[in-house]
């Protein structure tokens, strides 16, 4: 069983064109996380969502938004997407703080924009 | 946040010992130290992790320094398979606002 699975695993597209990834986890941990890792491989932190709630929404553009309908899930819709968006982008779980179980991580979604 | 400080790349011979430092002289009380790895294609996954004294497990082991204001992750023997970036990173009362810097890649030469 996948601890931290996303999908999709790969995702080209257009262009102002709209896509979601999704993000599961089966670990019981009560945050979740999105990360961007951009072509230079730094790996920067976007959303947390702790028990379904908003808790780090780092300067990240409008047309990225988040949703968690439980705790499992976090799943990110993007809007209007642009050349800038193409990049990996990691979902990652952990028990709240995260300081001494640290974060699991998914396999990513490389999004490449065209 | 406390950040740390990793050097961008480290060379070592397979089955050699691998020391890989880092700095983080801004650290808390309450900072944990958290080692990942990232292969190629893959996401970060967890090494080890401590607060103040050393930590052994089965990937490596971790020295923290007595004033907690550096630590290094040992390989005791490495393998082509160890061949990653290694991040270096706090986590404490950030409330999981950790920053994964650009980390040590490390290559193993057969």
């Known amino acids: 069983d996948t601890a931290v699975s996303q999908t999709p695993k790969y995702l080209v597209t257009q262009m102002g064109n709209d896509k979601s990834i999704k993000c599961e986890q089966n670990?019981?941990?009560?945050?979740m996380y999105w990360y961007k890792q951009d072509s230079k491989k730094f790996l920067k932190i976007m959303f947390s969502?702790?028990?379904?709630?908003?808790?780090i929404n780092e300067t990240v553009p409008n047309r990225f938004s988040p949703k968690s309908p439980d705790k499992a899930h976090l799943n990110l819709h993007i809007n209007s997407l642009e050349l800038g968006d193409s990049a990996v982008y990691f979902c990652?779980?952990?028990?709240?703080?995260?300081?001494?179980?640290?974060?699991?991580f998914g396999s990513g979604t490389r999004l490449t924009v065209v | 946040d406390a950040k740390t400080t990793q050097p961008n790349s480290m060379e070592s011979n397979e089955e050699e010992p691998v020391h890989l430092p880092c700095n983080h002289s801004?650290?808390?009380?309450?900072?944990?130290i958290h080692w990942y790895r990232q292969l190629p294609s893959q996401g970060p996954e967890y090494v080890i992790h401590?607060?103040?004294s050393n930590v052994n497990n089965r990937m490596a082991s971790l020295a923290i320094a007595e004033d907690r204001k550096s630590s290094t992750l040992i390989l005791h023997r490495a393998t082509l398979r160890d061949a990653a970036v290694y991040y270096c990173i706090l986590i404490g009362t950030n409330a999981g606002k950790s920053t994964f810097g650009d980390g040590t890649t490390l290559t193993v030469k057969p």
């Open positions: 670990l019981g941990h009560d945050t």
């Open positions: 969502y702790n028990n379904k709630e908003l808790i």
């Open positions: 990652a779980s952990s028990h709240f703080g995260a300081s001494v179980g640290g974060y699991t």
């Open positions: 801004t650290i808390s009380g309450t900072d944990y």
């Open positions: 401590g607060l103040t």
